[in-house]
């Protein structure tokens, strides 16, 4: 069994910052992608930000330069730091990370339960 949870929405002003956390727990020998993605209301779900294990950090344009991505490996934990907030970063952020279970030989994906942020203006 996995659980992933996360935390750290809220509402904050533009130009504020928040920071997001997604901790994945259970049967796990490994964790290769961790990534966060968000949806706002009538939009797809869009992949902000992501981060493989021993890789290379990948943003979507629209965050580059505020947004900010990092895992601890030890405590199975993937952070969004988000600085510089906009109205148009308002939307349900959701964290996913590509888990290999204890015995197991293939690699499943598994999404948090999601986490609103809300950026007025």
């Known amino acids: 069994q996995v659980q992933v949870v996360e935390s750290g929405g809220g509402l904050v002003q533009a130009g504020g910052s928040l920071r997001l956390s997604c901790a994945a727990s259970?049967?796990?020998?490994?964790?290769?992608?961790m990534g966060w993605y968000r949806q706002a209301p009538g939009k797809q779900r869009e992949l902000v930000a992501s981060?493989?294990?021993?890789?290379?950090?990948n943003y979507a344009d629209s965050v580059k330069g505020r947004f900010t991505i990092s895992r601890d490996n030890a405590k199975n934990t993937v952070y969004l730091q988000m600085n510089s907030l906009k109205p148009e970063d308002t939307a349900v952020y959701y964290c996913?990370?590509?888990?290999?279970?204890?015995?197991?030989?293939?690699?499943?994906?598994?999404w948090g339960q999601g986490t609103q942020v809300t950026v007025s203006s």
């Open positions: 981060i493989p294990r021993g890789g290379t950090t």
């Open positions: 259970g049967n796990i020998f490994s964790i290769n992608f």
């Open positions: 996913n990370v590509n888990i290999r279970e204890r015995g197991q030989i293939l690699s499943y994906s598994y």
